[in-house]
């Protein structure tokens, strides 16, 4: 099976460089190209792509966004990101959204092409160095009772903020969803830290995965 490929990057100049690598596979086709999320959404819809390469820094919309807005509408494409971004946050919000992969653009040719079959085939690949975070991650869930019972407590509009947060919606964004003030939105998340003794957005999406709150 040929894989139809879509590279979204807001730099043409990349975009030039990974269709040079990955013309000369055989089994992939690049069939599109996008320089923002809005571009992203259409060339999907045109082209039909198995597989989607997902920068995260889009000038209208963040690749997180571009990626759930896809994922909604077009379910059976795949995603991977490719990205300059190695923190936690972009990692695991990425897959929250329904990424297939993440591999940073500092990776060689070949793990990107791994990945990119990975992705097609149904599987998910993840960059050694940030795959450990789901270990580590899955190491710190085993907690004690008196601790995990620490997580609860959270009002309804906490909770609807929450879902927001760890889906990387930004504070004036829930505040129209909501129809609140910004100010609301940082206090509610103020006390969503505090009674969850989080300290980052990050361990915040870590949180709402493991709850169920939103899928990884």
């Known amino acids: 099976m040929t894989i139809?490929?879509?590279?979204?990057?807001d730099h043409a100049v990349v975009r030039s460089g990974l269709k040079m690598l990955l013309s000369g596979q055989k089994e992939m086709e690049i069939v599109g190209e996008a320089g923002s999320a809005h571009e992203a959404l259409?060339?999907?819809?045109?082209?039909?792509?198995?597989?989607?390469l997902m920068d995260i820094g889009l000038p209208d919309k963040t690749g997180i966004e571009a990626?759930?807005?896809i994922k909604a509408k077009f379910p059976d494409v795949k995603i991977v990101a490719l990205t300059i971004h190695e923190d936690e946050e972009y990692f695991f919000q990425m897959l929250a959204a329904g990424a297939s992969g993440y591999v940073p653009k500092r990776a060689a040719p070949d793990e990107l092409i791994t990945?990119?079959?990975?992705?097609?085939?149904?599987?998910?690949?993840?960059y050694p160095s940030l795959a450990k975070l789901l270990v580590r991650d899955y190491l710190s869930a085993e907690r004690p009772a008196e601790e995990k019972a620490n997580l609860d407590g959270l009002t309804d509009r906490e909770h609807e903020v929450l879902t927001h947060l760890a889906e990387g919606v930004s504070n004036d964004e829930i505040a129209a969803a909501l129809v609140i003030s910004p100010k609301t939105v940082e206090r509610h998340r103020e006390n969503i830290m505090r009674?969850?003794?989080?300290?980052?957005?990050?361990?915040?999406?870590r949180y709402a995965i493991r709850k169920g709150i939103i899928k990884a």
């Not at 139809?4 to 990057?9: F, Q, W």
């Not at 009674?195 to 999406?205: A, M, Q």
Request: aromatic share 2%; net charge negative; proline share 2%.
């Open 4 to 9: 139809r490929l879509l590279l979204v990057d």
């Open 115 to 126: 990945a990119i079959n990975a992705a097609a085939e149904g599987e998910v690949y993840l």
């Open 67 to 69: 990626t759930r807005e």
């Open 42 to 52: 259409l060339e999907t819809a045109r082209v039909q792509p198995n597989v989607i």
């Open 195 to 205: 009674k969850l003794n989080l300290h980052s957005r990050s361990e915040l999406v």
